[in-house]
């Protein structure tokens, strides 16, 4: 199976030991999703492990903003424009500026859901630091 060609150039060079492995391969706890938020200061996209709560209360105290979930027309308007049906937590799919939650950085390695293929992308935490630099 082959990526999207969106979702190949977002890994770029960095990704060095990237893999794709159907989704029950995965340990749950390494899947990563992403978060599109929105305030009158601008757009930010939050990455955090699927299972994971986001606490907005405490990452707007954190932040000093006033963030929102983007409304579901212009998450459409931001898939769409990016191809694909959801968003796997690559943050140069939307270039918006990007907040990883600090559990993140305790994953060996961390897995990236592709909806349309039903596989995620596999990846060590090294190379995904490298996307997110």
Do not use: C, H
């Amino acid at each position: 199976m082959e990526l999207p060609g969106v979702i190949q150039q977002a890994l770029g060079e960095s990704a060095v030991d990237v893999s794709l492995r159907s989704v029950g391969q995965n340990k749950p706890k390494d899947m990563l999703r992403m978060v599109l938020l929105t305030d009158r200061e601008g757009n930010l996209q939050a990455i955090l492990r699927r299972d994971d709560l986001l606490d907005l209360e405490t990452l707007n105290k954190i932040l000093g903003r006033d963030l929102k979930l983007v409304q579901r027309t212009e998450q459409v308007r931001v898939r769409q424009r990016a191809g694909l049906q959801e968003l796997p937590a690559l943050p140069s799919l939307t270039g918006w500026p990007t907040i990883i939650d600090r559990r993140v950085d305790e994953l060996e390695s961390i897995a990236l859901y592709l909806v349309e293929q039903n596989l995620a992308i596999t990846m060590p935490l090294e190379d995904f630091r490298n996307l997110t630099a």
